[in-house]
């Protein structure tokens, strides 16, 4: 299966905290998470070392015959290790990330999604199969509403977003929460996981949230519009699409958001491509 991929920072001088990737028989999409600036975070590299370190350990790790979860598993405590000595693994705003990742032979395909990224299934047919984690929204909703009331850009709603993501930290990685990627290996075993035939599906897409916001945040695309722009144009498209919508919103006033951009990634594989 031929594959796609687009990755756009949120900011051009801001490091991009998403990581996406293809082997001979893998992906990987990670969107890393946690410290805004001029938070602490216990770790030195910081959260687009975590991501693309973790990344690249996994696509290695997914060429073994460990599960997938087992695999991320093992780059997990892999990652641990790189920065045990330089860095406090257990701040509680420690880096983290989401993972997606797929695994292929000739015949099927093996998929994990930890976290608020998203994997989405064409299949002929019917409507978009879509699979994401939505634990964190669900944490997330109540806590988030002093700062969805504030304008975005303003320090008043900085520091809301700071309050924010301190509160959702209590909740990260703990049972009746949600799971992401740190420091705790079990966090895989948390993960959705499946298997498809590839002659079940036209094309698959791998997104991280700041690609979705047409479909899942603004209202303006269905996944259906979504996986057509996708075919149609590709992924580069359907990032300056989502950049377009924000342009239009700077201050979050129509979309309340925490962040006027976010780091926007889209891996797209296309059976007929
Ligand atoms: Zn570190």
Same mark, same amino acid.
């Given at each position: ?18 990581? &996406? ?7 990987? /999409? #990670?969107? $890393? !998470?946690?410290?805004?600036?001029? @938070?602490? %975070? =216990?770790?030195?590299?910081?959260? &687009? ?7 690249? /350990? #996994?696509? $290695? !790790?997914?060429?073994?015959?460990? @599960?997938? %979860? =087992? ?25 983290? %990330? ?176």
């Amino acid at each position: 299966m031929p594959f796609l991929l687009a990755t756009d920072p949120a900011k051009p001088d801001r490091p991009n905290e998403d990581f &996406a990737a293809v082997g001979t028989n893998a992906a990987v /999409l #990670l969107d $890393g !998470a946690g410290t805004p600036p001029g @938070t602490a %975070s =216990g770790c030195v590299h910081g959260v &687009a070392w975590y991501a693309r370190t973790l990344g690249g /350990l #996994l696509l $290695g !790790a997914l060429g073994s015959d460990d @599960t997938l %979860s =087992g695999a991320l598993a093992a780059s997990i405590e892999h990652v641990n290790r790189l920065h045990a000595d330089t860095c406090d693994l257990k701040h509680a705003e420690t880096p983290s %990330s989401t993972v997606v990742a797929l695994r292929w032979d000739g015949t099927e395909c093996e998929y994990l999604v930890l976290a608020d990224s998203v994997l989405v299934l064409d299949r002929p047919g019917v409507s978009p199969e879509v699979i994401t984690d939505d634990r964190e929204a669900v944490v997330g909703a109540e806590l988030r509403k002093p700062m969805d009331a504030l304008p975005t850009g303003t320090p008043e709603h900085d520091q809301a977003l700071r309050d924010y993501v301190a509160a959702l930290a209590e909740h990260r990685n703990r049972s009746g929460g949600f799971w992401v990627a740190n420091t705790d290996p079990t966090a895989a075993h948390e993960a959705l996981t499946g298997r498809l035939h590839l002659d079940e599906v036209n094309a698959l897409a791998l997104l991280s949230d700041g690609a979705t916001r047409l479909a899942d945040r603004f209202g303006l695309a269905t996944w259906r519009d979504t996986l057509d722009t996708l075919a149609a144009d590709g992924p580069a498209a359907l990032i300056a699409q989502v950049r377009t919508v924000e342009d239009s919103d700077p201050h979050g006033q129509r979309w309340p958001r925490g962040k006027t951009r976010d780091d926007a990634t889209v891996i797209y594989g296309h059976a007929d491509a």
